[in-house]
């Protein structure tokens, strides 16, 4: 489904050049649930970044569905990014005046579709993430662990082949993180949906059914 081919990145900072990401191939396929593990400045972002279609490589390739990312028109990334890409970021990025049915109705804006169905698919996603009774609340009236599963729910409305998440229990506790990773689990296993973490949190980290790691841009799996 996803895959990277030999991918490396490299950024030129001031007279430097830091290569962040290393010849890294990975192939994620349907309904996987991969972590990513590795220190701040591993190069975890970029890669995420690069998976997502929001940066594209200095060399090596990524392919979604067999398209090479990198030989697209920005119209069409904006539109892989919108249907087939879910996004969960450490920092929530809920807007904070629309309550939690408004927030993960958000990404189905551009989308054709009758207002019933959007106000359909986002209160289905809400009830699964366990917040039918809180549809209408704003994200300050909810908990930390309530407004990034709206991100969650969020990330799944326009019912992508992959869920990207960076960092997703970085402003959590320690139990409600192991809630939020079952919640992921379980959410892959009833859309089908992959999921790939990317985390410095080790205990985040090994509830992943396929672990990697990565250091000093370079990948590999956990444990070799």
Known sequence: ???????????????????????????????????????????????????GALDVPSSGHVCLE?????????????????????????AFNVVPQLTALEN?????????LPTSEKQKRA??????????????????QLSGGEIQRVAVARALVNRPKIVLADEPTGELDSKTSLQLVELMKKMKEETHTAFVIVTHDFALGKKAERKLELIDGTLKEKGD
């Not at 209160?123 to 300050?140: C, D, I, Q, T």
């Open 123 to 140: 209160e289905e996603l809400l009830e699964k993430v366990g917040l039918s009774a809180r549809m209408n609340h704003l994200p300050r």
């Open 66 to 90: 067999g398209k090479d990312l990198s030989t697209l028109k920005e119209s069409e990334l904006t539109v892989i990014r919108r249907t087939q890409i879910g996004f969960v970021f450490q």
């Open 104 to 112: 993960v109705e958000l990404p189905l804006r551009p989308h054709r």
């Open 1 to 51: 489904m996803l895959t990277l081919e030999k991918v490396s990145k490299t950024y030129n900072v001031g007279e430097m050049q830091v290569e962040a990401l290393k010849d890294v191939s990975l192939t994620v396929n349907e309904a996987d649930f991969i972590s990513i593990m590795g220190p701040s400045g591993s190069g975890k972002s970029t890669l995420l970044h690069l998976m």
